[in-house]
Structures are given as C-alpha cells and as structure tokens.
C-alpha cells in the first residue's frame, strides 16, 4: 500500500510563490521518477515538469524557468517550487510517482490533486 500526499496549494497573487509537496509513504524502496502534472476543467492533463532519479528534469514550455522540480529521497518527497506565477497557471496540480516497492516491481501512483489559483 502506497499513499501520496499533496500539500502547499492555495490562493496566491499573480507574480507570488508557491510551493507544492508530494510525500509518498508506506511500502517504499526507492522513488524512480516523478512528474507533476496540471488539469483545468474541460482540458487534458498536462505536464509541466519531471524528474528521474538519474536524469535531469524537464519543463513544458510554459513553465521552464518558472518551476522547478525537485525531490528528497530520503524523505520520498518530490516538490515543485513555482515562482513568477500567471493566471493561467490555475489549475489542480497532480504529482505523479513511478517508484519500486519491497517486491522489487515498479508502481505508478497519482495524487489527489490540490488546487492552486493565481488571482489579483
């Protein structure tokens, strides 16, 4: 069993910061890749930023520069730091986790979704 919590979402003004946190915990050996992704209604999820455990992270185009992705292993904590933020930026915003559990095969697992709106 494997639960995902999201946290650090809310209201912020166009140009503020926001921060999102994504613990993973129960039965955890190692974190592969994770990503965020974002949804706004009538629209497909889209990403906005991964990361591997080896590899270097990747951004959509309208977010490089803005976001950034990172994560604490020992924790099994992926963040997302998001500065400059725009309106358009509203959305729910999901983690998304490929991650090994005791049995040795890899699992994919989604959040809950936390909303962040960016609103004068």
């Known amino acids: 069993q494997v639960h995902l919590a999201e946290s650090g979402g809310g209201l912020v003004q166009p140009g503020g910061s926001l921060r999102l946190s994504c613990a993973a915990s129960?039965?955890?050996?190692?974190?592969?890749?994770m990503a965020w992704y974002r949804q706004t209604p009538g629209q497909q999820r889209e990403m906005v930023a991964a990361l591997t455990t080896h590899g270097s992270p990747t951004y959509s185009d309208s977010v490089k520069g803005r976001f950034t992705i990172s994560s604490d292993g020992a924790e099994n904590t992926v963040y997302l730091q998001m500065n400059a933020l725009k309106p358009e930026d509203t959305a729910v915003y999901y983690c998304n986790v490929d991650l090994i559990r005791s049995d040795s095969n890899m699992y994919e697992y989604w959040g809950q979704g936390i909303q962040v709106t960016v609103s004068s």
């Open positions: 129960g039965d955890i050996s190692s974190l592969y890749a």
